[in-house]
């Protein structure tokens, strides 16, 4: 946290500087990178942790990585990795501030997967199959969700960088509420590798069975965190 602070101060001095005037209405796509927090108000699953294997299951402070396409609209994909919580999705949106407002504020409709992954977790009681002893199990929750987000980027802290100023360094914040309306289920298992795709990429599926004695996680999540990035 305090190296962030202390990028965030280099980059108000640098901004103060060579400051533009804002976010304009011809696209700019930009990949940032940032520390995000995600949290769930899971009392019936936290307990049933605790109690069994004095577990937090509670995320702490990870990273996060974006691409956006931003001017008058934005769109992109997040990614968030908040131990043991991944947060996936595409964003849809439009900027409500105007082009030399302090902050370019975006507002986004989401699709996407939040998965809750637990390595030191297993359903009490359960005996390995042969096919599972000696391998990494998991305990695993994916779910697609729908949510709304507020990306901000600060304009004061932007300043073109680079040859003929092509280039702006970003940074902002956001904050993001996802609701998983479908049913979710708990899956014990390993991922299996099945070989390579066309490319020649190693593949892998998760080997599962599902379990039904262990509580669910809730419908809804809040991610949060702070960024800084470039745009082309």
Known sequence: MKRLIAVFLAINIYGNAFAQTGFSNTPKFIFDVGINNTSINNPAFTGW???NYNRNANAGISGLFDITIAGKWDAGFHLSTANPF?????????????????????????????????????????TLTPDQQGKQMQLKSR???LGITSRNYVNRLNFFVGRGHNAVFVSGFYAKAGWMPFRKQWEYGYYEDTGSDADGTPTYDFNSVKIDNIPNINNFFFDAGVFIGIGF
Do not use: Q, W
């Open 86 to 126: 991944l947060v996936a999705d595409i964003e849809f949106g439009k900027r409500l501030t105007s082009r030399h407002s302090p902050i370019a504020s975006y507002i986004n409709i989401d699709y996407g997967e939040f998965n809750a992954m637990f390595n030191d977790l297993a359903p009490l009681n359960y």
């Open 49 to 51: 942790a605790a109690g």
């Open 143 to 145: 779910n697609s969700y």
